[in-house]
């Protein structure tokens, strides 16, 4: 069995999330293992269990079993990909740590020129897809959707920046400070300000199973990026209301004036019922944003933990409160009280 020393020795740690790859698995691991070994770096791989539903994480403990640099953390169940990221990376300890995918649309082969970047002086090294593999009607939503957002939140995330990206140990200390529930790690690490540079990488088809990212969730994460970052909607609902009230006035004098100088009545059922339904359009319009804001109010009062863990393996931790803005280091694993499996 191989065996790793001080984990402070460790000059990089690798989070991979995964939600039912059990067919990739295989692959990602021996072109992980053969990248890392040419590089001369001692690393762990650290992999996320996002509630799968087929056997990979099995086949995983059963690797972890004669290698100890392979550590698993199995959540309770699906949290969602950046609450496994956030789990893979308490519990990470190198030097350096890296984010990647476990589709392999993300080469491991790539991990070099990120660390060696890093080493250029960046503390945060993006990854850019230099072609997205979607449609173009698709490619050109996300580009529009990301400007705007950009535009709104006052932050800067491309839309072809990938998942796939190194930081320092500095900056893993800086994202375990960060508890809200609703993250958007597009927007979370630019606006720490860190120095940092981008790559551009080539990103191979999914050869196995599909992707866990609709369209639909795609957007509901943009939504969750510019509410977390931005009061912009909020703006934009009173400015609306505003103009609405403008508007109303205006119509007002210009009926007061043609009545007085003309001596026209108002007349016309049908524009009144118009300008109604518009009027109260907006009204609920302005209290789906205030509803949105005061849903993610009332979610992070409740304080709930960001996942739960019912597994460890090759990693020692027992149930501990998550680091504070005063803590600073190796996240103890928030376990869940029916925790199994080995934690050693």
């Known amino acids: 069995m191989t065996t790793v020393g001080d984990p402070a020795a460790i000059d990089l740690s690798i989070v991979l999330p995964f939600r039912n790859e059990r067919e990739n698995l295989p692959e990602l691991l021996n072109r992980l293992e053969a990248t890392l070994a040419s590089m001369e770096l001692s690393y762990e791989l650290v992999f996320v269990d996002d509630g799968s539903t087929?056997?990979?994480?099995?086949?995983?403990?059963?690797?972890?079993?004669?290698?100890?640099?392979?550590k698993l953390l199995v959540l309770s169940r699906n949290f969602g990909q950046h609450a496994a990221i956030t789990a893979g990376t308490d519990v990470a300890c190198g030097r350096m740590v890296a984010w990647m995918d476990s589709d392999l649309q993300e080469r491991p082969e790539d991990l070099p020129r990120l660390v060696a970047k890093h080493r250029e002086g960046f503390d945060v090294v993006y990854t850019v897809r230099a072609r997205r593999r979607q449609s173009s009607w698709r490619a050109a939503v996300s580009y529009l959707f990301m400007s705007s957002l950009n535009r709104l939140v006052g932050l800067e995330s491309c839309a072809n920046r990938a998942i796939m990206r190194l930081f320092s140990a500095a900056v893993a200390d800086s994202l375990r400070a960060f508890r809200e529930r609703n993250r958007f790690m597009g927007y979370l690490m630019p606006w720490m300000g860190y120095r940092n540079a981008e790559i551009p990488i080539e990103v191979d088809e999914r050869r196995h199973g599909?992707?866990?990212?609709s369209f639909s969730r795609?957007?509901?994460?943009?939504?969750?990026?510019?509410?977390?970052?931005s009061a912009a909607p909020l703006r934009i609902?009173?400015?609306c209301s505003c103009l609405a009230f403008v508007a109303c006035a205006a119509g007002v004098?210009?009926?007061l004036y043609r009545y007085l100088a003309h001596g026209f009545g108002v007349s016309g059922w049908a524009s009144l019922i118009i300008v109604l339904l518009g009027m109260h359009g907006l009204q609920f319009a302005v209290m789906?944003?205030?509803g949105e804001y005061l849903g993610l109010v009332y979610g992070e009062t409740k304080q709930?933990?960001?996942?739960?863990?019912?597994?460890?393996v090759n990693l020692s931790g027992a149930p501990q409160a998550p680091p504070t803005t005063k803590d600073s280091g190796r996240a103890k694993l928030p376990l869940s009280?029916?925790?199994?499996?080995?934690?050693s």
Do not use: H
């Not at 795609?218 to 970052?229: I, K």
């Open 54 to 70: 087929d056997d990979g994480a099995a086949w995983l403990e059963r690797q972890a079993q004669a290698d100890t640099r392979i």
């Open 210 to 213: 599909r992707t866990n990212y």
């Open 218 to 229: 795609l957007m509901a994460l943009g939504l969750t990026g510019l509410t977390s970052f």
């Open 237 to 239: 609902s009173a400015v």
């Open 253 to 255: 004098l210009w009926v």
């Open 288 to 290: 789906a944003v205030l």
């Open 304 to 312: 709930r933990p960001l996942y739960l863990c019912s597994k460890a």
């Open 337 to 343: 009280p029916a925790s199994i499996g080995p934690t």
